[in-house]
């Protein structure tokens, strides 16, 4: 079964526009990771975050944790149409080795 | 470094039919790992590897092996194939330390009519 749900599963905004991606989970964590799909491509990470840890910047990618909430979010600041791509969120459960647990992804589209 | 290879890159089978999906890396990673992705499913873990000699089941290992015979290679073999297992198949490898990042082939597109 799905650890991750992740909301919106589509997403269209205009190029310079901020685009927000989230992620819940279900059962406890060691990190939580993002990655990125290009049409008919291999999975590319972006970006982990450790349960311990609130937030994490890389470029212009801002990720937050909440694992109270169980839930995670993907913030991708001044979009451009290289963007446009399937985000996915993973999980490597507590325990749980390096199995990672991907969540439905979000479909992000970037217009000029 | 080529990173991590893959395979066909498309294979159309008829129902019954055996074959094997080929990865490589050239990392030097311990873990290694197969994925099938669905439409609207995400990607669900098939089996995967922690080293040579050592494999164990994901989510969905039915109508598949697998067996790790060297560090750089972990082929995925479908025993007879059926329509259900029409799918993309990826592959990944990272280092057995459970915070490091997973590296993703180019990935298997594979139909079975």
């Known amino acids: 079964s799905q650890q991750g749900e992740e909301d919106p599963q589509a997403l269209s905004i205009q190029e310079g526009e901020n685009a927000t991606m989230n992620c819940s989970y279900k059962?406890?964590?060691?990190?939580l990771q993002w990655y990125r799909q290009n049409s008919g491509r291999g999975l590319v990470h972006l970006i982990l975050?450790?349960?311990?840890?609130r937030e994490k910047h890389s470029g212009r990618l801002r990720v937050t944790l909440d694992t109270s909430k169980k839930s995670s979010s993907l913030l991708i600041t001044a979009s451009r149409a290289a963007d446009t791509a399937s985000y996915f969120c993973?999980?490597?459960?507590?325990?749980?080795?390096?199995?990672?647990?991907f969540g439905t992804g979000t479909q992000l589209k970037v217009e000029l | 470094n080529a990173g991590v290879t893959q395979t066909p890159k498309f294979q159309v089978l008829k129902t019954g039919q055996s074959m094997t999906l080929q990865c490589a890396q050239d990392?030097?990673?311990?873990?290694m790992s197969w994925y099938r992705q669905d439409p609207g499913m995400g990607l669900r873990l098939i089996h995967y590897?922690?080293?040579?000699?050592?494999?164990d089941q994901g989510e969905v290992p039915n109508g598949y092996n697998v067996s790790r015979s060297t560090t750089e290679d972990f082929p995925l073999r479908l025993l007879s194939a059926a329509p259900s297992q029409t799918s993309v198949y990826f592959c990944?490898?990272?280092?057995?330390?459970?915070?490091?990042?997973?590296?993703f082939g180019p990935g298997t597109r594979l139909t079975v009519l």
């Open positions: 975050i450790r349960s311990n840890e």
């Open positions: 059962t406890s964590i060691n990190n």
């Open positions: 990944a490898s990272g280092r057995v330390a459970s915070t490091d990042t997973q590296y």
């Open positions: 993973a999980t490597v459960l507590t325990g749980g080795g390096n199995k990672l647990t």
């Open positions: 990392m030097n990673h311990e873990y």
């Open positions: 590897s922690v080293g040579a000699g050592i494999t």
